[in-house]
């Protein structure tokens, strides 16, 4: 089907661009960044510029100097972000020289005569001769440098073919008189490997090459040379336009252009984000987004068209810095480039085609894409360019902190049909000019071009000596190249499609029938360009693409909804992603949201975000992983690992057992077994450091080592380990490390700002839940009476405060879009170290079970560090959950299986259950068994048989102590001064009706006698509440009162009920702890030695 209509001009574009080596270090007074912004646009020009990158600047300066075509005339360039903003991170090299490839028939080449395809080359020489005059006639500061570019062979068969086509590129050099060449080829692999300092080295290409601000180097051989788009050379050559007596020129940023070229009389309209400018010239010099400004029956549309790409900057080990530095740029046939800038850093890119042929890379997130924004940042593309000069550098050493990758970023570049620019007027349009299409060779090919055109214009002729005739564009080109592709179609159509999906699904190719193995085997010698035509021109292939299993079944998503509706949580969301592990495809993903996020109603969806909890310490554990891996050093001197002590790192700590204070390391901490017990009543919302140094007034339940014992403690005393030895604060060091390589946008620690977010989901309690009456009342998940989930309330976001003390235990918000990405990384790591990933998930303790002993063929329960670990039916299993006021999370894994689950609901008395009933059935479709309901194992798990508290007696007996002698201030090692008086259940205060209205649903409460009650004010409760109960014996149950800002009432929440003794001296009380197996009953003779907790009355 074709269209009339022009395609959709992507600007101006709704995201923000990543931040290049290029634009970093150009940001000085010079720059000319929001140049113009807000100034007003003439409404007529003689000749206008579409297009502010090294393109539009390069034709800007030469159209502008005395005698070019722009000479006493008014010259505009509009460009739609800031200067040379779209920076490229250029490709990477082919396996193919330029030459011989431009020689190949269509779709490998353009069938250009050897002569040609020549003159091409010399054309990238002469560009490199071009800036290195610019640069010395214009005095440009642009760190220009001009040595030797390296083209490195790793094997005998390239160094082969290599050596081959070196010599028929000097007999053809020869035979068209252009001159010596200063070219070298050494195929002696032990001074290649010498030379290039590549390890595996057969042979190497030595040639002339160059950089420059953005370190573009150049080369007359070989494609794709560069590194990035232009920032100070841009910036240089438009600032001389700009200042330019021989032309009026003006620089416009940020007008993005929203419509194609109208014709006006003699000359064209464009339509501007500031109004209509008219011009007698108009010249698209908008490289990969010229097919846009065509309609879609145009031959130009389809001509150029987009492609990403991404680089990154690499800081050298010392081996390779100061004397040791790398002297030559580089293309390898590995398919990376590289290039030393002047300050010693290293930019690095390309490698993506190796990536997709091995399934790691989709096709798709390459051909066709526009946005270069953090959301384009590819793990598999970070994973690589973060390795490969460890991997591949002889002698490159181990990269300490601040060393090896330090950015990357994303750019657009073009590619075109036949692999050459398109310069020239456009037929049958005159005035109207396209200089495009450069298909990742543009520093290589753009100051000449922009030389020969601006003389094109000048002259009113094309002269070859200034551009390669094959450079024109003219409708004979353009014509010529559509019949190649419609006879490529015809002869190939009906396996290109199956082909084209396999590799994108896959990455593998199989023969499958006749006719198939010539194509399939074009197709394994010529990967790249020709996988680049399959895309292209997809839609012409005979049938459309297969769609891909879901990951979830219609009868899971069914039964989720209705599992969630029984229980009466109010939402969740869901994240499940495959990888190529799971059925040979590539990555997938589904997204679910289910329920409402507010008490507005508003939906759940994949962008809700969550306090995911507990979660939040699996990133606190691979942070001190990072420190070890990268050889920190403690103050001492000595090297950070997991046996170093916590008392060598925070001089601040100290246990209340000698002996643990001073022999738990890094392990003890991330896998709960100091034998310190969790105090979770005691927390405050304090500086990290405050609840360090109150560590020592808790008391030890156990022994070191004896017992898995779940403490938040243990995780903000590490974050506090990270923050010393980083000296970064904990959060920007996660920032840093983690959220912002792997483009999780949405990841955040600050909950002051995120109540004001319109996707963050509300807490929610119940309240009235009565479970005697539900025992007795229901038969099951399916059948329940209204006391089993109470009535729902909006508790608002949990926490008032920016929560920063929690951030290493607890404290990451996060919605179900950046979960998918975190399980691809812990699946498939490209920025953690895959050895850290699997130490964080090996067991280091038993633990005991709970719902996943009543899941069948779930096994062995164990904590490694911050992952719990069990077996599904010999598939391992590493998870974890956590649970906040109105939130819950579960994010887990089966890596055997390349798949990962996350779950995030906003209810934390029925979410805990629900979460693991969503898992299971979950896991029972990736895992592929026999769906299973799991709600009556949540019904027994919510509602056991034996009451955790049992019932007061009818006639308790009075206490020793008499009512009136109970309120008073009483006070605690560790938990601070409380001060009891005695409850008015009548009251109107509503503070206090809310923790009346908590009390009379637990279970084991005597609301009959006196209450006391005392304000508590620390993190998990607000409040503490004594009930009495039969004798000395008592109840002391914590509350935490939720005074939303939503507009909802005031309620409260249950934060644990536990046995106590009132005497005269105090109140022992029982229980507090993480539980174990070891935790003494109440008693009453030698309460305050026996007690867990003893407040003295003071």
């Known amino acids: 089907m074709t269209s009339s209509s022009p395609s959709s001009i992507p600007f101006p574009q709704q995201f923000i661009s990543t931040v290049s080596h290029w634009h970093a270090t150009n940001r000085g007074p010079s720059a000319l960044y929001l140049h113009n912004k807000d100034a007003a646009l003439p409404a007529s020009a003689d000749i206008v510029i579409v297009g502010g990158g090294m393109m539009g600047a390069s034709l800007a300066y030469f159209l502008t100097r005395p005698g070019g075509a722009g000479e006493k005339k008014k010259v505009v360039c509009l460009e739609a972000k800031d200067l040379a903003d779209g920076a490229s991170p250029s490709v990477g090299p082919k396996t193919y020289r330029l030459w011989h490839e431009l020689q190949q028939p269509y779709p490998l080449g353009l069938g250009l005569s050897p002569e040609d395809a020549a003159r091409v080359m010399q054309n990238e020489r002469d560009n490199l001769d071009l800036v290195q005059q610019l640069v010395a006639q214009e005095g440009l500061a642009v760190d220009f440098w001009r040595g030797d570019l390296l083209e490195t062979h790793h094997s005998q068969a390239q160094t082969d073919e290599s050596r081959r086509l070196f010599g028929e590129w000097r007999k053809t050099r020869e035979k068209l008189g252009l001159g010596p060449d200063d070219t070298s080829f050494i195929d002696d692999p032990k001074e290649a490997e010498r030379i290039s300092r590549i390890k595996g080295t057969t042979s190497v290409h030595v040639r002339p090459g160059g950089s420059v601000h953005p370190c573009v180097s150049w080369q007359w051989r070989r494609w794709r040379r560069l590194t990035s788009l232009r920032h100070k050379l841009a910036t240089a050559l438009m600032r001389l336009a700009i200042d330019s007596k021989a032309s009026d020129f003006s620089f416009y940023s940020w007008t993005p252009v929203l419509a194609a070229p109208v014709r006006a009389g003699d000359g064209w309209t464009l339509k501007t984000s500031k109004g209509d400018i008219s011009a007698g010239r108009v010249i698209l010099a908008t490289n990969a987004y010229t097919g846009t400004f065509f309609t879609k029956d145009d031959p130009l549309h389809s001509h150029i068209q987009p492609f990403r790409g991404q680089a990154a900057t690499i800081t050298p080990t010392p081996t390779y810095a100061g004397q040791h530095a790398l002297r030559h740029t580089y293309n390898t046939k590995q398919g990376h480039y590289l290039v030393t800038t002047a300050s010693g850093e290293i930019v690095l890119g390309g490698g993506w085609g190796a990536l997709i042929k091995s399934g790691e890379l989709s096709e798709a997130k390459v051909y066709g894409e526009t946005n270069d924004g953090p959301e384009s940042i590819d793990p598999a593309l970070t994973k690589d360019l973060k390795s490969f000069m460890k991997d591949n550098f002889a002698n490159w050493g181990d990269e300490a902190f601040g060393e090896g990758l330090t950015r990357t970023w994303t750019g657009i570049m073009s590619t075109s049909k036949d692999w050459l620019p398109l310069v020239g007027e456009v037929p049958g349009k005159a005035g109207l000019s396209v200089v495009a299409g450069f298909a990742g060779h543009g520093m290589s090919r753009i100051f000449t071009t922009a030389r ?49 999906d396999e590799i994108v699904d896959t990455g593998k190719i199989e023969p499958k029938a006749h006719g198939y193995h010539a194509f399939v085997d074009r197709l394994e010698k010529d990967y790249e360009p020709l996988l680049h035509t399959l895309h292209q021109h997809q839609e012409a292939f005979v049938g459309p693409a297969p769609e891909s299993k879901a990951l979830l079944s219609q009868a899971t998503l069914d039964y989720l909804e209705t599992a969630r509706t029984h229980w009466e949580v109010p939402g969740f969301s869901v994240a499940v992603v495959a990888g190529p592990k799971y059925d040979g495809a590539g990555w997938r993903q589904e997204l679910r949201g289910f329920g409402v996020a507010n008490g507005k109603g508003k939906a759940v969806d994949e962008e809700t975000l969550f306090a995911i909890a507990s979660n939040s310490k699996h990133t606190t554990a691979l942070s001190i992983g990072l420190l070890i891996d990268r050889g920190t050093r403690l103050p001492s001197g000595a090297k950070l690992d997991w046996s170093t002590k916590i008392a060598d790192i925070l001089p601040e700590w100290k246990l209340a057992d000698e002996y643990a204070s001073s022999h738990a390391d890094i392990v003890d901490l991330m896998s709960m077994r100091t034998g310190q017990p969790s105090h979770d009543l005691a927390h405050v919302d304090g500086p990290a450091e405050e609840t360090v140094a109150n560590l020592r007034n808790l008391k030890p339940s156990l022994e070191i080592r004896q017992e898995f014992q779940y403490n938040n403690a243990h995780y903000i005393t590490l974050s506090l380990v990270v923050e010393r030895l980083s000296g970064q604060e904990y959060t920007e060091f996660v920032r840093d490390n983690f959220f912002a390589p792997l483009n999780m946008t949405s990841a955040s620690y600050d909950h002051l700002a995120v109540r004001d977010d319109p996707r963050v989901s509300d807490g929610f309690t119940h309240a009235a839940v009565n479970k005697t009456r539900c025992r007795e009342a229901s038969s099951g998940p399916g059948d329940m009476d209204v006391s089993c989930t109470g009535e729902v309330k ?18 990451i918000i996060l919605n179900a879009v950046d979960a998918a990405k975190w399980l691809r990384e812990l699946l498939e790591p490209t920025v953690i170290p895959a050895w850290l990933i699997e130490k964080t998930g090996t067991p280091a303790m038993v633990t005991a079970g709970g719902f996943t002993d009543a899941i069948p063929g779930w096994s062995s329960n164990g904590y490694g560090l911050a992952q719990s670990v069990n077996h599904i039916r010999g598939d391992k299993f590493v998870w974890h959950t956590g649970g906040l006021p109105g939130q819950m999370s579960l994010i887990g894994r089966v890596p055997s299986r390349g798949v990962g689950v996350a779950i995030f609901t906003n209810d934390d008395i029925f979410g805990t259950g629900l979460h693991m009933v969503a898992l299971a059935r979950i896991l029972d479709d990736l895992l592929g068994y026999e769906a299973a309901n799991y709600e009556p194992a949540m019904f027994e798990l919510m509602f056991p048989a034996q009451p955790a508290n049992p019932p007061p007696p009818a006639d308790p007996r009075a206490p020793s102590v008499p009512w009136g002698a109970v309120p008073g201030r009483y006070a605690a090692p560790g938990y601070g001064e409380v001060e009891f008086t005695q409850l008015d259940l009548l009251t109107h205060d509503e503070t206090t009706r809310a923790v009346v209205s908590v009390l009379r649903d637990v279970e084991g409460i005597n609301l009959a006698s006196p209450v006391f009650l005392a304000p508590f004010n620390k993190v998990f409760a607000t409040h503490l509440a004594l009930t009495h109960f039969d004798g000395d014996l008592w109840n002391a149950t914590g509350v935490l009162v939720f005074q939303p800002d939503n507009g909802e009432e005031i309620v409260g929440e249950d934060s644990g009920s536990v046995p106590a003794v009132v005497t005269a001296q105090g109140i022992g009380m029982f229980g507090m702890w993480s539980r174990s197996a070891r935790i003494k009953a109440p008693v009453v003779e030698g309460v305050e030695e026996a007690a867990e907790t003893w407040f003295a009355r003071q």
Do not use: C, M
């Open 794 to 811: 909006n508790i608002g976001w949990w926490i008032r405060s920016s929560a920063k003390s929690e951030a290493g235990a607890g404290g």
């Open 452 to 500: 020969g055109y601006a003389d094109t214009l000048s002259t009113g002729k094309w002269d070859a000596a200034l551009l390669p005739p094959s450079f024109e564009l003219t409708a004979e080109r353009v014509e010529r190249v559509a019949a190649q592709h419609r006879q490529f179609v015809a002869e190939h159509g009906a396996h290109a499609r199956v082909v084209y």
